[in-house]
């Protein structure tokens, strides 16, 4: 158990739809980053954000956005979902927002029908 | 594209030595070298990380070569457990790109 969470685990919804997926870091990890991994395809970072500001930026789509709060929870919004957004999102975690271990997630897994 | 070039599969035999190579020829003097594994669809494993020295921990050694420019991760007794997909990543100024990794099977 790397002290991460997401939820939900799963997702099922239609194209064109909305769904938000959350994060909760490691207690005293203040940065979150996220992670798309579509069926059998590596991992492609999408978005990092160090307490509460946006650090660094991927492959992120521009229908696809994220925040993080002062809680220091982050939620990753997609949006007008496509066939091809089905995949597992990770999102993790590390101390600091520069070169630092990150720990991940067990994922959510989204499947857009 | 990943700064990383890992073999796509390997085999190793339970309680052998497990080395898996990474070339990273472009790495930057301030970047640093990690290792994470990923077991079926379960969120990546933090394994071991280095900069210019060979690192060792509980899980893993890493030795890295003295131009920097690859990396071999060697788990000293595989067991079936260490069957997963592996990357190697070069981290540095926020810039994370993952490779395909390298499917290890371990086998009986």
């Known amino acids: 158990d790397s002290g991460v969470t997401q939820t939900p685990k799963h997702l099922i919804t239609a194209t064109g739809q909305r769904v938000t997926l959350r994060c909760s870091p490691r207690s005293g990890d203040l940065s979150v980053y996220w992670y798309q991994q579509s069926l059998d395809q590596g991992l492609q970072f999408l978005i990092q954000y160090y307490n509460g500001e946006e650090r660094a930026k991927g492959n992120i789509l521009e229908r696809f956005s994220a925040q993080q709060f002062p809680d220091l929870h982050s939620e990753l919004n997609l949006s007008s979902l496509e066939l091809g957004d089905s995949a597992l999102y990770f999102c993790?975690?590390?101390?600091?927002?520069?070169?630092?271990?990150?720990?991940f997630g067990p994922g959510t897994r989204l499947l857009v029908l | 594209d990943a700064k990383t070039t890992q073999p796509p599969s390997m085999d190793c035999a339970e309680g052998r030595a497990a080395n898996l190579p990474c070339n990273h020829s472009t790495i930057s003097g301030n970047e640093y070298v990690y290792w994470y594994r990923q077991i079926h669809s379960q969120g990546p494993q933090y394994i071991i990380h280095g900069l210019k020295n060979n690192e060792t921990n509980e899980m893993a050694s890493l030795i890295i070569t003295e131009d920097r420019k690859s990396s071999t991760l060697i788990l000293p007794h595989a067991t079936l457990r260490d069957t997963a997909v592996y990357y190697c990543?070069?981290?540095?100024?926020?810039?994370?790109?993952f490779g395909a990794g390298t499917r290890l099977t371990v086998k009986p």
């Open positions: 993790a975690s590390s101390v600091g927002g520069y070169q630092e271990t990150q720990y």
């Open positions: 990543i070069v981290i540095g100024n926020n810039d994370m790109r």
